[in-house]
């Protein structure tokens, strides 16, 4: 089915409000064709961008890409300083589009791994784009659900310990204030590519209800057809929450 009509037959009314993508597989990618790992990641950004200005068009209100999770610290050191170099040249490269099509930058993760200079650039973009209404484009980096876990569990047992909260306040949505994020909404559909059936330590509490859609795809042939495609199969789905619908 052309891309132009698989964007037809999508229900406006029934896109996700928050998408979730694990994009992955570009060093896989870069290897069967016979190239360093750097062009595979340098092509995934390039998949990213198309992926964030489609969802843009699509009214899609939130998108969140992991990009750099926790564990990636552990790859060899040239990889990893690769990937931050083109986290900083996307950041400077792209911040005047991201003002003209309204799309504000937060990041969630633990952003105090980062250099000093990659830090402060993280903040200007964040800053600089604070008041569009657009999209909201969250970026997992050096992320950890997990961690996020425990950092909000620490942050809320110390206003308790404080005297400032008391154990008998703490809910779900108490809780959730202690988030990187905590505006952000849970996510509707998670996508994952390269054929892996995991969600590797992402957004572990936010995912709950979440639906899922794997590909084999590999990230860097993410197409924009493909994820119109997951887009579509994510609106033949009932979402229930619990619930039983009676007919």
């Not at 069967?32 to 068009?57: D, M, Q, W």
């Not at 973009?125 to 569990?153: D, F, H, P, Q």
């Amino acid at each position: 089915m052309p891309v132009s009509q698989i964007e037809d037959n999508l229900d406006p009314e029934k896109l996700p409000r928050h998408v979730a993508i694990i994009m992955d597989g570009n060093g896989r990618w870069a290897k069967r064709k016979g190239l360093p790992r750097i062009y595979g990641h340098k092509k995934g950004v390039e998949v990213a961008k198309s992926i964030i200005i489609k969802s843009r068009e699509l009214n899609i209100p939130y998108l969140t890409l992991f990009a750099f999770s926790k564990e990636n610290w552990q790859r060899p050191k040239t990889e990893v300083d690769t990937l931050l170099l083109l986290l900083k040249e996307y950041l400077q490269k792209e911040l005047p589009l991201m003002i003209e099509k309204e799309i504000r930058l937060k990041i969630i993760g633990d952003t105090e791994d980062f250099p000093e200079e990659l830090k402060k650039l993280i903040e200007q973009v964040e800053k600089k784009t604070e008041n569009l209404k657009g999209m909201t484009l969250v970026l997992a980096l050096s992320y950890s659900g997990r961690a996020e876990i425990l950092r909000a569990t620490k942050l809320l047992a110390e206003e308790v310990e404080k005297g400032k909260l008391s154990v008998k306040d703490i809910n779900e949505e108490l809780f959730r204030r202690f988030f990187y994020f905590p505006e952000l909404p849970d996510p509707d559909l998670l996508i994952r590519t390269s054929g892996e059936l995991r969600i590797s330590n992402f957004l572990l509490y936010q995912l709950a209800y979440t639906e899922f859609y794997f590909t084999e795809t590999l990230w860097p042939d993410f197409t924009e057809e493909e994820y119109l495609k997951a887009l579509f199969s994510y609106q033949k789905r009932e979402r229930r929450f619990g619930r039983i619908y009676e007919f």
